[in-house]
């Protein structure tokens, strides 16, 4: 079983702040996905990737296979990107393992 | 832009009551999930459905639980003689193939009472 931690936990920046948030598994993934879980609930996938970095608007992932590791970065941060936003890794053929999320709080 | 949808948005039963909870995929999707998520909990895998079987699924998913595709557009998670412990939010999530990205639905928040 792949054990997938998520740091921090919680988080509040002010608006315009760089934010990081670290993802680490335990066995190794073909892939790692981001996802963004909104305050309603429902859940957005971010990313899906292998190997190096991936860009999407303010949103930047890297990952890490050898180290076990992952980072979602949001460049200058709004109020709208407040939400918890999970990583989730694969296990077997089609069987996801799921961080607790990092609950992220941006103040305008 | 295509999207997942799920039915009924809430739904609350009695205890030992059988619910049905419905998705529909997206339309050129082969890959289907459901995942549960407890509330203050994080997001679990459930079942993963392809070629009209299950191809993985987790411990969680026993036999109090089935999933069928019965047409060619529905995808549904049935959870039999319900306890109160399955109260929870159910996502539905569909890919093309298994290895890209999922898109998820909504959800269901299933109370049991």
């Known amino acids: 079983k792949n054990e997938v931690e998520q740091s921090p936990q919680n988080l509040t920046a002010q608006e315009g702040e760089f934010i990081t948030i670290n993802c680490s598994y335990s066995?190794?993934?073909?892939?790692l996905h981001w996802l963004q879980q909104h305050p309603g609930g429902g859940i957005v996938s971010l990313f899906m990737?292998?190997?190096g970095k991936k860009k999407h608007g303010r949103l930047i992932a890297t990952i890490n296979i050898q180290e076990k590791h992952s980072s979602l970065h949001i460049t200058a941060s709004h109020p709208r990107d407040s939400a918890v936003y999970i990583c989730?890794?694969?296990?077997?053929?089609?069987?996801?393992?799921f961080g607790t999320g990092t609950s992220l709080t941006v103040i305008p | 832009e295509p999207e997942v949808t799920q039915t009924p948005s809430h739904q609350v039963t009695q205890m030992g009551q059988e619910v049905i909870l419905r998705c529909v995929p997206i339309?050129?999707?082969?890959?289907f999930y459901w995942y549960r998520q407890i509330l203050g909990q994080k997001v679990e895998f459930l079942v993963s459905?392809?070629?009209?079987?299950?191809?993985?699924k987790s411990e969680i998913f026993d036999d109090q639980f089935s999933v069928e595709r019965p047409d060619g557009s529905n995808f549904t998670l049935k959870i039999r003689s319900t306890k109160l412990e399955d109260s929870a939010m159910y996502f539905c999530?569909?890919?093309?193939?298994?290895?890209?990205?999922?898109?998820f639905g909504p959800g269901t928040r299933l109370t049991v009472t």
């Open positions: 989730a890794v694969p296990e077997g053929g089609n069987q996801f393992y």
């Open positions: 459905f392809y070629n009209n079987e299950i191809s993985e």
């Open positions: 999530a569909s890919s093309q193939d298994n290895s890209r990205e999922q898109y």
């Open positions: 339309s050129n999707h082969l890959y």
């Open positions: 990737l292998s190997s």
């Open positions: 066995v190794g993934i073909s892939a």
